[in-house]
């Protein structure tokens, strides 16, 4: 992941979502201001993209191509740190390509140059990813552009002081709680890779990343169990769906954890999911 920082420089984080491709659907449902206020209630410098934002659906994702920009701003009133998401999915692919985030644009992504032009204090980059859910619904807001490369606003919320950090913690097997207000969903049938961990608890996998090994496809996940080096009690398997899988985090937050190779995944069981696979 990328990150810059920068300085503070006084005070000031969906406009509709741009074009949707025939694969990829989008319908406008609700504003985010009648559903949740608390996804827009932070005050700074940052563009204030979460006002206008709508309820959006996205079909036909597994493996789709995207990347995240994270834009990290305080509070000028509560004196929190928090972070406005910026996600590629629906954008920068007029052929239909898959692929929301091309190498050509992600290459020149600059961190730094982002910050200073949206005065966020800091700013951080994904590695491209690969989704493997089938479908995604969230609150979408306005569009922005970041060193050429389109990116829509996809959530806001509160940011520990590690997100920043010149030597932030290590992600992997570690659960970590995040605002979430995306559901997400798995097709009956579909493979779905799983880690099982010390506490009975199960998670199931949600994006998936060539960072660490540019020839992984998603064909080849099942056998992720051969090249992962969890702590003990953890442990990888796959399974095929006997029925749709919905992750959908009833409290307003999602646990997520990743494995060391930075593939992201998503708490499965009560007030997190339907069912546990």
Request: aromatic fraction near 10%; include cysteine; glycine fraction near 8%.
């Amino acid at each position: 992941m990328r990150t810059a920082g920068k300085r503070h420089q006084g005070g000031l984080a969906l406009c509709g979502l741009a074009l949707f491709l025939p694969w990829l659907t989008g319908s406008g449902v609700a504003s985010a201001d009648a559903a949740d206020w608390s996804t827009c209630k932070y005050f700074s410098q940052l563009p204030d993209d979460c006002a206008g934002a709508e309820q959006r659906k996205y079909d036909n994702l597994r493996n789709y191509r995207y990347e995240e920009i994270d834009l990290f701003a305080r509070d000028a009133l509560k004196k929190v740190l928090y972070v406005s998401v910026y996600n590629t999915t629906g954008q920068n692919d007029p052929d239909e390509s898959r692929d929301s985030a091309p190498k050509s644009l992600t290459d020149k992504l600059d961190p730094r140059q982002i910050a200073r032009q949206y005065q966020a204090i800091a700013v951080a980059t994904s590695p491209p990813r690969y989704w493997t859910v089938d479908w995604l619904a969230d609150r979408v807001g306005a569009v922005r552009n970041f060193d050429g490369l389109d990116a829509a606003w996809m959530g806001n919320g509160l940011a520990p002081a590690t997100r920043i950090s010149a030597k932030p913690a290590p992600a992997a097997y570690r659960s970590t709680l995040v605002s979430r207000t995306a559901v997400e969903g798995f097709k009956k049938g579909s493979a779905v890779y799983l880690l099982d961990d010390p506490k009975g608890r199960t998670w199931v996998m949600i994006s998936y990343t060539t960072k660490d090994d540019p020839d992984m496809t998603i064909d080849q996940l099942g056998a992720l169990g051969d090249v992962l080096k969890p702590p003990q009690g953890w442990k990888f398997r796959t399974a095929a769906l006997s029925k749709e899988l919905i992750l959908e985090p009833k409290g307003g937050f999602a646990a997520l954890t990743q494995d060391d190779k930075g593939d992201v995944y998503g708490l499965t069981g009560p007030g997190q999911s339907n069912f546990v696979p």
